[in-house]
């Protein structure tokens, strides 16, 4: 109940008044009480002593022993009082409400003691005989400075007292009343004071911060109006702050999407706090699979466990390379401790270096299959120059055998050479291409035409599969031919006599994905990825025929009409190449 403020105004000030109310009637009852009581004392002085001076007048000679009971009898009728007449020595003479002879000498009882001394005695007993509080009055009766007995004057004071416990009652009853009304009007003012309250600490928990949301806590001139006021600038300012973080935050968030190293963070206890598009994909793992994970759950490498293991017991920087078994990737991890930013933490940032790898070997094999090439025919050539020159020439058709072996091994060679310098001259963009509307069967065709002579000689069926009725395709046809007339020679090569190679276009979306299909020898699973690269030939030895070129080149054409090439095979069951080109729009 304390916990409402409405309560805790309204009960201290109940209390408060049920005190002061409690205190004031106490006060009041008790002032009257002794207001009635001096008042009372001085009539009954006044009295006695009115009464003392009749009796000293009245007394000649020695102070009467007795008989002065009809006298204090009638004193005592007129005053409404009892009246005791006591001689010097104590000793009741005079008694208006009692039988004196059962009255034991008075001098000891503190009024008359009083009176002895001070000359007036006062007393307040409770009276057995009259079962009530009585104030008693003594005055002594003094003719030429003697004692000569006192007069005693008693009242009960069960008036006074029933008087005041009347008033007593009285203003208990009022402040019970006003203590009700005080309850009444405490709940309401208090209920009135904090309503205002209540009704901001409402609307405040409906005013969200959502940056779209203008709405403001309505305000009004007390207090509350002040705080509301408060508040609403308050939340101004704290939407500002979070529309400032909310876009800071999109743009961390952009940019470890976007980035293609995979960003982790991990916290002191191990546990995955963060992880980018780019690390789930190196991780195979989805990130509501690894947030709040153990690290080792999310990664299963233990060089990188153990790099953060070293990274939070040093705090320094660590970086390690790993290849993942069975998959041919190389990562790069580095792990950065949070020191500052988030302490404890560790930041693994994963580095795929699978692809620059690849480009390494791409280049390495790129020269010495370079070199390779030019090697043997250049080998070929000084053999054959030297046997001319030292007997060949004597023997005219030896020579001239010799002579059509030079020229075929230099038609060779600058055939590569011309090759080479096509690819190159493709793949830094400096081939002009004319593109035009071109029905695809056109460009399939051409090619079968071109190498129908050949296919015939090694006993390949060439079968077309084109539907008369395509798209025209945007393509340089002589290019495209060129690309066509590759993949259907490599078909041939690869392909053992009777065997079949079947190409076909089909439209799909906006492009035609034509395809050649062959049951020849097939890629290995481990060449496949390969095939695109320049001078790449399964055939390590690279003693057949072909300089491993073709794709490389078909790749750049493919790609510079804005297609895709790839190749499916089954080892020792036939290849399928495909490449797209979009269709006139
Ligand atoms: P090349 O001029 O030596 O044929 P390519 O670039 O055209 O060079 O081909 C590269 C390599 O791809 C070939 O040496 C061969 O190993 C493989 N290849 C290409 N096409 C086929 C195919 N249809 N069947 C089997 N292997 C193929």
């Given at each position: ?149 006192y ?13 005041v ?85 999109k ?27 780019a ?29 953060w ?42 580095n ?15 020269i ?5 090439e ?41 055939l ?20 035009k ?30 539907p008369?009725?395509l ?42 994905l034509?395809s ?14 390969r ?46 190449f ?5 269709v006139?729009?």
């Amino acid at each position: 109940m304390f916990q409402s403020i409405r309560w805790r105004i309204a009960i201290p000030y109940v209390i408060l008044f049920m005190l002061v109310m409690t205190g004031l009637s106490l006060y009041i009852s008790d002032f009257i009480y002794h207001t009635e009581l001096n008042e009372l004392e001085s009539k009954l002085t006044s009295e006695a002593r009115l009464l003392g001076g009749t009796l000293e007048q009245r007394i000649i000679g020695e102070f009467p022993s007795h008989g002065l009971d009809v006298l204090a009898k009638e004193w005592s009728d007129d005053l409404g009082v009892r009246v005791t007449l006591i001689a010097a020595d104590g000793e009741v003479v005079g008694e208006s409400n009692e039988d004196r002879a059962t009255m034991d000498n008075h001098l000891q009882r503190p009024e008359i003691q009083q009176a002895l001394l001070e000359g007036m005695g006062r007393s307040i007993r409770f009276s057995r005989t009259l079962g009530a509080d009585m104030l008693y009055i003594a005055l002594p009766v003094v003719k030429d400075a003697e004692v000569l007995g006192y007069v005693r004057l008693a009242i009960a004071l069960d008036q006074i007292e029933a008087k005041v416990s009347s008033l007593r009652k009285t203003i208990l009853t009022g402040t019970l009343i006003a203590t009700i009304l005080a309850i009444l009007l405490g709940v309401v003012v208090a209920e009135y004071t904090t309503r205002p309250l209540r009704d901001l600490a409402k609307t405040t928990q409906h005013i969200s911060l959502d940056a779209h949301s203008d709405q403001l806590i309505p305000t009004t001139v007390d207090e509350v109006g002040q705080l509301a006021g408060a508040i609403n600038a308050m939340r101004v300012q704290l939407r500002a702050q979070y529309g400032r973080l909310d876009t800071e935050r999109k743009k961390l968030v952009a940019v470890l999407k976007q980035l293609s190293d995979g960003v982790m963070i991990v916290d002191e206890m191990g546990k995955v706090q963060m992880v980018n598009p780019a690390a789930q994909r190196m991780f195979s793992v989805k990130e509501g699979d690894a947030l709040d994970r153990s690290l080792p759950s999310v990664v299963r490498h233990h060089q990188i466990i153990d790099l953060w293991r070293k990274c939070l017991e040093s705090g320094e920087n660590q970086v390690t390379s790993l290849e993942v078994p069975g998959k041919h990737q190389i990562f790069q991890v580095e792990a950065i401790p949070l020191v500052h930013a988030l302490p404890g933490s560790v930041l693994l940032v994963v580095n795929d270096l699978t692809h620059l790898r690849r480009l390494e070997t791409v280049r390495r094999d790129f020269i010495s299959n370079i070199s390779h090439e030019l090697r043997t025919p250049l080998a070929s050539l000084k053999a054959l120059a030297e046997t001319l020159q030292e007997s060949a020439l004597d023997d005219p058709p030896a020579a001239r055998r010799f002579l059509n072996r030079i020229e075929a091994e230099v038609d060779a060679l600058s055939l590569m050479v011309q090759e080479l310098l096509e690819l190159s001259r493709i793949e830094s963009g400096k081939v002009p291409l004319e593109l035009k509307p071109v029905p695809p069967q056109d460009l399939l065709t051409s090619a079968i035409e071109r190498l129908q002579l050949q296919s015939e000689n090694s006993g390949i069926q060439v079968q077309l599969h084109c539907p008369a009725d395509l798209p025209l395709v945007l393509a340089d046809p002589p290019r495209i031919e060129q690309v066509v007339v590759n993949l259907l020679h490599n078909a041939i090569k690869f392909t053992p006599a009777g065997g079949n190679i079947t190409l076909s276009a089909e439209s799909s979306e906006d492009i035609i994905l034509f395809s050649i299909k062959d049951t020849g020898s097939g890629i290995s699973a481990e060449d496949l990825p390969r095939i695109f690269e320049r001078f790449f030939k399964a055939d390590r030895a690279r003693s057949g025929g072909g300089t491993g070129l073709g794709l490389a080149i078909s790749r750049h054409l493919v790609e510079a009409h804005g297609g895709r090439i790839w190749a499916e095979s089954l080892e020792g069951h036939g290849s399928t190449f495909y490449f797209t080109i979009p269709v006139v729009a």
